[in-house]
């Protein structure tokens, strides 16, 4: 089993680029977030999909959008990155609401 | 606001010896609690959970201790090992309410040998 996937593992942008960020989890689970951790901030969640057809934003939302595709898959956009969305980002998926996340290995982004 | 705090970033202890990390949270309305175990470049793993209905849950030799009236709960790891060393996160949540965990910012713990 993969569990959770995410494309890519690494990239560098361009202040003003824009780029998806792409999760996949094959475990059949309905709800997906996106975490960003910086140091000395723990991991902050940005926006989360409890179930298909459904999002809402989490504690830090804004630079951000998200599309839940499928029950799969659900990917991150930033429409025009800035150095402050420097950071490394996390998808991860639950069974059902609030038991344990299994997390991807995340991406490490960094806008210049 | 920091709902969920860890307050000591790094931790260090010798092989064999108890590891204790500690977490704080203020919102009262949390009933559900993690920990989770992350090494570098790796995705967090869960480690262990409790519900605010218990005080206490053990899984080898994990044990997770919750003091509702004080907001605290704390992580025991005995004895601990080299490969325990990792950065852990305490997280939070409402299981009535919306779907998503509050974590703390971590305590990175050093197993000596």
């Known amino acids: 089993n993969a569990g959770v996937t995410q494309t890519p593992k690494f990239q560098v942008l361009k202040t003003g680029q824009s780029m998806t960020l792409q999760c996949a989890q094959d475990m059949n689970h309905n709800s997906m977030y996106w975490y960003r951790q910086d140091p000395g901030m723990g991991l902050r969640l940005i926006y989360y999909s409890a179930s298909e057809g459904t999002t809402d934003k989490g504690e830090v939302p804004n630079g951000y959008n998200v599309s839940r595709l499928n029950k799969r898959e659900f990917s991150l956009r930033l429409e025009s990155a800035a150095p402050s969305q420097t950071s490394v980002y996390f998808c991860?998926?639950?069974?059902?609401?609030?038991?344990?996340?299994?997390f991807g290995q995340g991406t490490r982004l960094t806008v210049v | 606001d920091q709902q969920v705090k860890q307050n000591s970033p790094s931790l260090s202890v010798q092989e064999g010896r108890i590891s204790i990390l500690n977490c704080d949270y203020t919102?009262?309305?949390?009933?559900?609690f993690l920990w989770y175990k992350k090494y570098p470049a790796e995705g967090p793993t869960f480690l262990i959970s409790i519900s605010s209905i218990k005080d206490k849950n053990e899984d080898g030799r994990f044990t997770v201790f919750l003091n509702k009236s004080a907001k605290h709960l704390s992580l025991h790891i005995v004895p601990s090992q080299p490969g325990d060393s990792a950065v852990y996160f305490c997280?939070?949540?409402?299981?009535?309410?919306?779907?998503?965990?509050?974590f703390g910012t971590g305590t990175r713990l050093q197993v000596t040998l």
């Open positions: 997280a939070a949540t409402n299981t009535g309410t919306a779907s998503k965990l509050t």
């Open positions: 919102n009262s309305m949390f009933d559900y």
């Open positions: 991860a998926s639950s069974e059902v609401r609030n038991t344990e996340a299994f």
